[in-house]
């Protein structure tokens, strides 16, 4: 199981994300993902993500995270499984909603 952590200024006068913090939080966390480690902080450091991650299905560098839209608006952290993700991933293609850069579910 992978490990994910977030951060989030939400009042306006909150102090910005705290990168040594997330990175100390997310580090803590290597027994659930001992693969890879990931972080992302916006611009404005209101938010900021990590992710530890424990590689089962797409073991290659595609399948890591945050991943990022390829406009670089959105960003995604996710942990679980998507038991049903051929057959997502064969409709989206046949929608010609692709292409995908990775095996990843």
Same mark, same amino acid.
């Given at each position: 199981?992978? !490990?994910?952590?977030?951060?989030?200024?939400?009042?306006?006068?909150?102090?910005?994300?705290?990168?040594?913090?997330?990175?100390?939080?997310?580090?803590?966390?290597?027994?659930?993902?001992?693969?890879?480690? !990931?972080?992302?902080?916006?611009?404005?450091?209101?938010?900021?993500?990590?992710?530890?991650?424990?590689?089962?299905?797409?073991?290659?560098?595609?399948?890591?995270?945050?991943?990022?839209?390829?406009?670089?608006?959105?960003?995604?952290?996710?942990?679980?499984?998507?038991?049903?993700?051929?057959?997502?991933?064969?409709?989206?293609?046949?929608?010609?909603?692709?292409?995908?850069?990775?095996?990843?579910?």
């Amino acid at each position: 199981m992978c !490990g994910i952590n977030l951060a989030f200024a939400y009042r306006p006068d909150a102090p910005p994300v705290d990168r040594a913090e997330l990175l100390a939080v997310r580090d803590a966390m290597t027994a659930r993902g001992p693969d890879g480690a !990931g972080l992302w902080i916006d611009d404005d450091a209101r938010i900021g993500i990590g992710h530890r991650r424990l590689a089962i299905i797409d073991l290659s560098e595609a399948g890591v995270q945050p991943m990022h839209s390829r406009s670089g608006r959105y960003v995604l952290i996710y942990n679980g499984e998507v038991y049903n993700s051929a057959e997502i991933r064969g409709d989206l293609k046949a929608e010609e909603r692709g292409p995908f850069e990775g095996h990843s579910d």
